[in-house]
């Protein structure tokens, strides 16, 4: 939406550049080129200045309405910028009342952007590791829509982000968003889960959304030849919140992870050790 709005007004000026100040029309395209490339900017510039304001040090309580329709506005520019074609199967299962934890495998930097865009009404906080809250513009966004960082190393310390992701889930902030791999898969295998995530799912009383992704790593790749990328976002399926009663985290997580495998194929099934 952000780009074709960009696009129609640097198409209007580019005429009205060339009617109101007596400019040859074989200059609308790099009239409009120009254009473009300014309001881009100008747009890239608005970002960086309501990131300006963000107060890391600030606990963020609630999912800020205002960074999160930036956050979808800017989103969706990007995958149309980057032009990435995505093909969805079962969407249709997403619960319409009530939060959920969405779990998903990992491959690359830009699978949180395919699912925010997929998801755009579920209000998606990812837990993300430490080091992204210090990456530029991202970091501050990824505070105000209540995204949690988890420290990997110190299992004191990531306990207190699985209760505090629990918290946000039973007070209806916002819905959790999990890759339980830990870490980008290297070698596009489904690789062991981190279980203790699925905790968030059991303690808060809410569904796991079981979800798939295919060839986000070949998106930057593409773009350097100027090719479009096909990724596939399959939601495998529900599992009901009391489906969990019971079980340890360790059965659900062998369940959510041959629910993948069943999705994906054998042939990205990790090898035991």
């Known amino acids: 939406m952000l780009l074709k709005g960009i696009a129609a007004v640097s198409a209007v000026a580019a005429v009205l550049i060339c009617i109101c100040g007596g400019v040859a029309f074989w200059w609308l395209p790099a009239l409009f080129v120009g254009t473009f490339l300014v309001l881009t900017l100008a747009a890239f510039g608005f970002l960086c200045l309501v990131c300006a304001f963000v107060d890391m040090d600030k606990p963020q309580e609630h999912d800020s309405p205002f960074y999160r329709r930036v956050t979808q506005v800017y989103i969706d520019a990007l995958v149309s910028l980057l032009r990435v074609r995505i093909h969805t199967t079962g969407l249709e299962k997403v619960p319409t009342e009530g939060r959920f934890v969405l779990v998903c495998n990992h491959l690359f930097i830009a699978d949180p952007c395919v699912l925010l865009h997929c998801f755009p009404k579920s209000q998606l906080a990812f837990v993300t590791k430490q080091e992204n809250q210090k990456l530029f513009i991202v970091g501050k966004v990824m505070h105000k829509i209540l995204c949690q960082p988890i420290d990997r190393e110190n299992d004191r ?117």
Do not use: W
């Open 157 to 273: 310390a990531a306990l207190k982000t699985i209760i505090k992701c629990i918290q946000l889930l039973k007070d209806d902030e916002a819905s959790v968003a999990v890759f339980p791999e830990g870490y980008t898969s290297k070698d596009g295998k489904l690789h062991h889960f981190r279980s203790g995530v699925f905790k968030i799912a059991q303690k808060a009383n809410v569904p796991i959304v079981v979800c798939t992704i295919q060839n986000t790593r070949q998106i930057f790749r593409n773009v350097t030849h100027l090719k479009p990328t096909d990724v596939e976002l399959h939601l495998v399926d529900v599992i009901p919140a009391e489906n969990l009663k019971g079980k340890t985290t360790v059965d659900i997580g062998n369940q959510v992870y041959e629910m993948m495998i069943g999705d994906l194929g054998e042939s990205f099934r990790m090898e035991e050790a």
